[in-house]
């Protein structure tokens, strides 16, 4: 935990009464005293400081002082279809920590239908994994989620309406790295990226990815595990990003 993360409501008077386990966090692993300082954040607003001011058996109360804004967020938004729940819960902290913007959750032939019915899916329980991300990478924004349970409409409603630079979609016989599919952008703003189950996708969803503007690309000969997909591949978008951005300035 590099960040206490907060809620707005939580903040009275300059000062957050912490009892769960961000206080069990201070008091075991940081083993805070009086007047040390520590890194805070509310929940979609400004990270800070925060000074212990009072310290007791199950409770850590901080002055807190919120001037920072957070980092900026990734302008990438991810089309996943959704993984067992056991895996989902990893990738929601990974694309909270990357500074996802948005995260689509979709249905496709190889995602297995009772996926749908298990929570946090079901309960739309997204928020504790979403939050664990952010405390691990020291941000406050949440990505915004939304889960869509048929493959068909999805791709020919939803995404028609979403404005993208660069529209992507990871499949082995792609071909093309994804550098490449980058630097051949002509328009610079947000990268749709869309990931598939743990068996690929089917060739009808390829094709109807490729009808939408989708580019596949391929990240080589190993095929990798979804929650080892999804930090590889945005990570290489970053970098991409930042090294056209510089060859154009």
């Not at 990438?76 to 694309?95: E, F, G, N, T, W």
């Not at 791709?155 to 630079?165: G, Y």
């Amino acid at each position: 935990m590099n960040l206490i993360l907060i809620q707005p409501e939580e903040v009275q008077a300059g000062q957050v009464r912490l009892t769960d386990r961000r206080a069990d966090h201070l008091r075991k692993i940081l083993k805070v005293r009086e007047d040390d300082t520590v890194r805070v954040g509310v929940v979609g607003g400004l990270m800070g400081s925060g000074t212990i001011c009072g310290i007791a058996q199950n409770e850590v109360v901080l002055q807190v002082k919120l001037d920072t804004p957070p980092p900026a967020k990734l302008d990438v938004d991810l089309i996943l279809a959704l993984p067992r729940p056991i895996m989902l819960k990893r990738v929601l902290a990974q694309v909270a920590a990357m500074g996802v913007r948005h995260l689509f959750l979709v249905n496709a032939n190889r995602v297995e239908k009772s996926f749908f019915d298990a929570s946090p899916v079901k309960d739309g329980g997204f928020l504790t994994f979403l939050e664990n991300g952010l405390e691990q990478a020291v941000d406050t924004i949440l990505p915004t989620i939304s889960v869509h349970p048929r493959f068909k409409p999805f791709i020919e409603d939803v995404i028609p309406a979403r404005v993208a630079a660069c529209k992507l979609i990871a499949h082995p016989d792609g071909g093309v790295n994804l550098a490449e599919r980058i630097d051949a952008a002509t328009e610079s703003g947000t990268t749709l990226l869309a990931i598939g189950p743990e068996g690929g996708w089917i060739d009808y969803e390829v094709v109807k990815f490729q009808d939408a503007g989708f580019q596949p690309f391929s990240l080589g000969p190993r095929i990798l595990r979804v929650d080892t997909a999804v930090p590889a591949i945005i990570a290489q978008i970053d970098f991409a990003l930042q090294r056209k951005a510089s060859r154009l300035r």
